[in-house]
């Protein structure tokens, strides 16, 4: 425990900016296995390149990825320039749920740790990206959701590929969930990227909107 305090302090002693963290939640079931799961990691090594030529979201954006089939926590919350995503196989069922929980915790003890270190912070993003449909209890997940969303402790986006049960992420996201179009794993990275490096460039506490996805979605 005190060596966890002491690179926590450490880290933000370094680097004292305002801090801008995106969660992604990624599903890895069984049905991914193939191009899929191949081209989300492809988009993911997209990300981090992209992120890596901006010099100030590189000081600010933070990524944490959480995967489910099963559930995993594939990458604590880490800064941009230390970012290297992991690859991601294909296994097991489609736990949402559960997911959704653990990556919600996950926020809320980052944001508690920027709080006690005196780090300003952007409201976090939380993205969740699935071909499927979930196969545990999901309800209580979605209600944790629209009460975050309520009080704007999180902005949270949900992400339909080839597959994915619509229907039950409309109840699940406060937003309208997108329809990603075929594979474009790359193309939706990209346009995170570049809306995350519009996030890092503005003032903690304003709302800044999120870039009309650029062809590779639909709703």
């Known amino acids: 425990m005190n060596e966890q305090i002491s690179f926590g302090t450490t880290e933000f002693a370094d680097n ?15 049905s991914m296995q193939g191009q899929p799961i191949a081209e989300l990691n492809a988009g993911l090594t997209t990300f981090k390149d992209e992120l ?10 933070e990524v944490g990825i959480v995967t489910f089939g099963p559930v995993q926590i594939a990458l604590p919350f880490q800064g941009a320039a230390a970012f290297y995503p992991p690859v991601l196989t294909a296994q097991g069922d489609t736990p949402m749920g559960a997911a959704i929980k653990q990556g919600l915790d996950l926020v809320r003890q980052r944001k508690d740790e920027y709080r006690a270190n005196g780090i300003s912070y952007y409201r976090p993003w939380v993205f969740l990206i699935t071909d499927g449909g979930p196969t545990d209890e999901w309800q209580s997940a979605a209600a944790a959701v629209r009460e975050g969303e309520a009080s ?4 949270f986006f949900a992400i339909g590929v080839q597959g994915a049960n619509m229907g039950t992420l409309k109840q699940i996201c406060v937003r309208e969930p997108l329809r990603l179009d075929g594979l474009r794993f790359r193309d939706l990275f990209s346009w995170l990227s570049s809306s995350l490096r519009s996030v890092s460039r503005s003032t903690p506490g304003t709302d800044v909107p999120l870039q009309s996805p650029q062809g590779w979605a639909s709703v």
């Not at 004292?16 to 069984?30: I, N, Q, W």
């Not at 890596?52 to 590189?58: E, F, G, K, N, T």
């Not at 704007?152 to 902005?155: D, G, I, V, W």
């Open 16 to 30: 004292p900016e305002p801090r801008c963290p995106c969660l992604l939640l990624l599903d890895v079931s069984g």
């Open 52 to 61: 890596a030529a901006d010099v100030l979201a590189m000081k600010r954006v």
């Open 152 to 155: 704007k402790s999180f902005a």
